[in-house]
Nanobody, 125 residues
Framework: VQLQASGGGLAQAGGSLTLSCEASGRIYSSYSIGWFRQAPGKEREFVAAVNWGDRRTYYTDSVKGRFTIARDTARNTVTLQMNILKPSDTAAYYC???????????????????WGQGTQVTVSS
């Protein structure tokens, strides 16, 4: 699976942005696709994931109620709708895919699975 992330940009605190991750290649129902982020000087952290087959989702606590992840099988795309943005959401966002549950992506490391290039999200206060 190859992944292409897009949609980053600049937003004010309280605003919204939508990220898209377009997947190419055969995506099986056993795959989950998710988003990670990495701020300068910090480790990459899990944000959210969705199972391609049954649409189960999993979120890190800091984005629950603000971010929504969804998959569109017709367009082979996973979107991350980000609302009520905070300056602490500023980071490079990466999409990734692996076989397994959405929750299992929370412990995924860059050495495993498929990764797209990053897209920058900057939230000003």
């Amino acid at each position: 699976v190859q992944l292409q992330a897009s949609g980053g940009g600049l937003a004010q605190a309280g605003g919204s942005l939508t990220l898209s991750c377009e997947a190419s290649g055969r995506i099986y129902s056993s795959y989950s696709i998710g988003w990670f982020r990495q701020a300068p000087g910090k480790e990459r952290e899990f944000v959210a994931a969705v199972n391609w087959g049954d649409r189960r989702t999993y979120y890190t606590d800091s984005v629950k109620g603000r971010f929504t992840i969804a998959r569109d099988t017709a367009r082979n795309t996973v979107t991350l709708q980000m609302n009520i943005l905070k300056p602490s959401d500023t980071a490079a966002y990466y999409c990734a895919a692996k076989v397994g549950s959405p929750a299992s992506m929370a412990t995924m490391t860059p050495a495993f699975g498929s990764w797209g290039q990053g897209t920058q999200v900057t939230v000003s206060s």
